[in-house]
């Protein structure tokens, strides 16, 4: 089992930054995959990033190519999003989510594959 703790939000002006982070429990954290997702208020929960075990192999959303950045550290049990040139349309409560068994790419940006997810933290870009 793994328990995961988000940290880093908050609110920001458009074209600004923001450096999310994902703390993780347990000693197995480099056997999952791990991911980024975000839920607007009315709307479903979608796809941020992934990146794979190793961290060598990392996924966007096109709405975030180019301005997001996945990364990961497995010595301190922690994935990271960096976002740049945030839009309002960003704007949204992000998870972090876990899975130990996802193995195909094509499975990464669904939601109900991940076993694992922690509780959330508010990003609110304004105008």
């Known amino acids: 089992q793994v328990q995961l703790v988000e940290s880093g939000g908050g609110l920001v002006q458009a074209g600004g930054s923001l450096r999310l982070s994902c703390a993780a429990s347990g000693r197995t954290f480099s056997s999952y995959v791990m991911g980024w997702f975000r839920q607007a208020p009315g709307k479903e929960r979608e796809f941020v990033a992934a990146?794979?075990?190793?961290?060598?192999?990392?996924y966007y959303a096109d709405s975030v190519k180019g301005r997001f950045t996945i990364s990961r550290d497995n010595a301190k049990n922690t994935v990271y999003l960096q976002m740049n040139s945030l839009k309002p349309e960003d704007t949204a409560v992000y998870y972090c989510?876990?899975?130990?068994?996802?193995?195909?790419?094509?499975?990464?940006?669904?939601?109900?594959?991940?076993?694992?997810w922690g509780q959330g933290t508010q990003v609110t870009v304004s105008s």
């Open positions: 990146i794979s075990r190793s961290g060598g192999s990392t």
């Open positions: 989510a876990a899975d130990g068994l996802i193995w195909s790419p094509a499975l990464l940006s669904r939601a109900d594959k991940y076993d694992h």
